[in-house]
Nanobody, 126 residues
Framework: QVQLQESGPGLVKPSQTLSLTCTVS??????????WSWIRQPPGKGLEWMGV???????YYSPSLKSRTSISRDTSKNQFSLQLSSVTPEDTAVYYC??????????????????WGQGTQVTVSS
């Protein structure tokens, strides 16, 4: 059974960089052709896909967040991470990591994810 667990600070100050890590167990992040996404849900709003790192390390980002977002991985720890720079209160959200069977499924019009983390609340406030 694959499990994903988000971790990181719950409070970030405006203009700082938000950093979160997703630890994966029960499966390798390098197994073809899985793709590992970061998704967020601001209060009262829908889910927003932020970006993905594929099994081969390639990354793709939402155009609206691309200038502020970086996704990386540590294969020795079976983890992938999110960095979101220059945060504002509008970045307050529950942040999720999730797995898709392919990058296309992560990024396509009909996004599909088979495993999710439980989510972690991040608040941007001074």
């Amino acid at each position: 059974q694959v499990q994903l667990q988000e971790s990181g600070p719950g409070l970030v100050k405006p203009s700082q960089t938000l950093s979160l890590t997703c630890t994966v167990s029960g499966g390798s992040i390098t197994t073809s052709y899985y793709a590992w996404s970061w998704i967020r849900q601001p209060p009262g709003k829908g889910l927003e896909w932020m970006g993905v790192i594929a099994y081969d390390g390639s990354t793709y980002y939402s155009p609206s967040l691309k200038s502020r977002t970086s996704i990386s991985r540590d294969t020795s720890k079976n983890q992938f991470s999110l960095q979101l720079s220059s945060v504002t209160p509008e970045d307050t959200a529950v942040y999720y990591c999730a797995r898709s069977l392919t990058t296309a499924q992560a990024m396509g019009a009909k996004r599909e994810y088979d495993y999710w983390g439980q989510g972690t609340q991040v608040t941007v406030s001074s």
